[in-house]
């Protein structure tokens, strides 16, 4: 829950598990509210959390937290802490490592968004890569966990392209700097290998074009089909590169307005959602009487409702 405006209480929180199935429960700040003070006012040093945008498991059941340090984003911008990674161990919920980023991979208006836990490469969740997005300043910071060594690269397709500046949400319209439409590829393998030479190119890849703006994204890694929701369409589609086939997986224009993050569970194939009214939150038009923001989830083998052309183009 990062605080884009004033009055975000905690900026992570979690629903108890005994919650009755179609209720609103009241969020409980993880790990306890003194990490939080500085949202409320009460604490300005650095120890605690400031605004988080991503959470990610590692396999030895570790949440990374990505902290922003960026208080309010969306009035006055104020970086009122550097940029960290948190990582809490789940069994105990101490902080297990801090991770504070090098300010050469900084910039001023650094804002850090998203990140990738890579534990493919080095053995063990201790020895992971780390591919942090950089939303304002365009770029990926990487983090090397093993070696404590961070780099950034940067692309031109990394850069918000101002076709794709207007959107339409359930018949809203919207304006949003840095949308895109395009997805880009690029190996791992060409991040980790460390700083990027002067002048030398970065290989990245075009692979297609949906059918309008979204940021909420994930692979199945056992075909790379992705999943993806389309803010247009308030939907959640499928392509799957590889042999062009799409499928659409759920529509609602309710509740899948705005979806922020997507993640494809590999132990029983459910798809878990994040969606939100962010057109209106952004806008200040919010109706707290409404239900604003879901946790969605589709069971099961995530099988199409039919297949059609209309979400992805090569």
């Not at 809490?88 to 801090?98: C, E, H, K, P, Y």
């Not at 991979?105 to 650094?110: A, G, I, K, N």
């Not at 053995?123 to 770029?139: E, L, N, R």
Request: net charge neutral.
């Amino acid at each position: 829950m990062p605080r884009l405006f004033s009055g975000v209480p905690a900026t992570i929180g979690y629903v108890p598990k005994n919650v009755v199935p179609g209720s609103s429960p009241k969020l409980e700040a993880f790990p306890n509210w003194a990490f939080h003070d500085a949202g409320r006012g009460v604490n300005n040093s650095c120890d605690g959390l400031t605004s988080v945008y991503r959470i990610k498991l590692d396999t030895c059941g570790r949440l990374w937290v990505l902290d922003s340090g960026i208080m309010t984003s969306l009035e006055d911008f104020r970086r009122v802490c550097p940029p960290k990674i948190v990582i809490f161990d789940l069994n105990t919920d101490q902080v297990a490592r801090t991770i504070i980023f090098p300010r050469e991979v900084l910039r001023p208006s650094t804002l850090l968004t998203n990140l990738v836990i890579d534990e493919s490469v080095q053995g063990t969740c201790d020895s992971a890569f780390v591919y942090i997005s950089d939303t304002v300043a365009p770029g990926i910071i990487v983090y090397d966990s093993l070696t404590d060594r961070a780099w950034r690269v940067t692309h031109p397709s990394m850069f918000p392209d101002p076709d794709f500046s207007d959107s339409t949400i359930n018949g809203e319209n919207d304006y949003a700097h840095g949308w895109h439409c395009r997805i880009f590829s690029i190996s791992s393998a060409a991040l980790r290998k460390g700083p990027p030479a002067e002048l030398e190119a970065i290989p990245v890849s075009l692979v297609g074009t949906k059918s309008s703006q979204g940021i909420g994204i994930a692979v199945d890694p056992r075909d790379d089909t992705l999943f993806f929701s389309p803010v247009t369409e308030t939907s959640v589609g499928t392509w799957n590169p590889l042999n062009n086939n799409q499928r659409l997986v759920a529509y609602d224009q309710e509740r899948l307005q705005f979806v922020a993050d997507i993640k494809w569970n590999s132990y029983d194939n459910d798809l878990w959602m994040v969606s939100s009214r962010f057109q209106r939150y952004f806008r200040r038009s919010i109706n707290p009487n409404e239900i604003n923001v879901r946790i969605l989830r589709i069971t099961g083998n995530t099988s199409s409702l039919g297949h059609n052309n209309v979400f992805f183009k090569k």
